[in-house]
């Protein structure tokens, strides 16, 4: 279909993919425990534009050029690098309201900023697109009649299936959160091991080569 093939193969695939941890599951765990569900919906939906930054890039040969070019990649590692670390001292740090009768919650952002978070801590992730370029062909036909084409049909597909396990998260991780109740010690613990995570992942992004 689409000039692809072994199609099953690619959708078991990318659904094993899509359910190993990483930084896109860890913001919608930390956004979900932090802002409910509406916060988890929101990270989900900027982390799915993201790849399909990504998924456009690998079509149009863009993650080429990155894999290609030395400076190209290290300034989009750096870039990403340094957001990832950012995101995780902001969560670190969060400040948490205080008092008798105030909000369990840290002080949230706008959902607008939560999902520009989840786009941009994707898509300025140089193993992202390489990752996309290096997998995508594996299921692309010879001869198909448009490679661009059998590459965005591959990466809907993917970017579905990550959508739904992104909301899937969210949900289950929200309805944890109430259950608990989320006190303050809770959610202190849970941004400050999230946010840990994240500048971790930002260091070892900056470390990687090409």
């Known amino acids: 279909m689409f000039g692809t093939h072994d199609l099953w193969l690619f959708i078991l695939s990318a659904l094993l993919l899509n359910i190993t941890p990483g930084p896109d599951t860890a913001l919608v765990v930390a956004r979900s425990t932090q802002m409910g569900l509406r916060g988890g919906v929101a990270a989900s939906f900027g982390i799915t534009g993201g790849i399909v930054v990504h998924i456009t890039a690998a079509a149009i040969g863009l993650s080429a050029l990155i894999a290609a070019s030395a400076t190209a990649f290290s300034i989009i590692k750096y870039v990403g690098a340094a957001y990832l670390i950012y995101i995780g001292l902001r969560l670190m740090f969060a400040r948490h309201a205080t008092g ?5 919650l840290s002080v949230a952002p706008p959902m607008r900023s939560v999902f520009w978070q989840g786009f941009f801590s994707n898509a300025l992730n140089p193993k992202v697109a390489i990752f996309f370029l290096a997998f995508l062909p594996q299921f692309v036909s010879n001869d198909a009649p448009s490679k661009a084409l059998a590459f965005l049909f591959l990466g809907v597909i993917f970017s579905i299936g990550g959508t739904l396990w992104s909301l899937t998260v969210a949900v289950i991780t929200a309805h944890a959160a109430s259950r608990l109740k989320a006190t303050r010690r ?8 999230i946010g840990a995570m994240f500048v971790a992942l930002g260091v070892k992004l900056a470390l990687v080569q090409r």
Request: proline share 8%; no cysteine.
């Open 100 to 104: 008798a009768d105030a909000a369990p």
């Open 186 to 193: 809770f959610q202190r613990w849970i941004d400050s091991a």
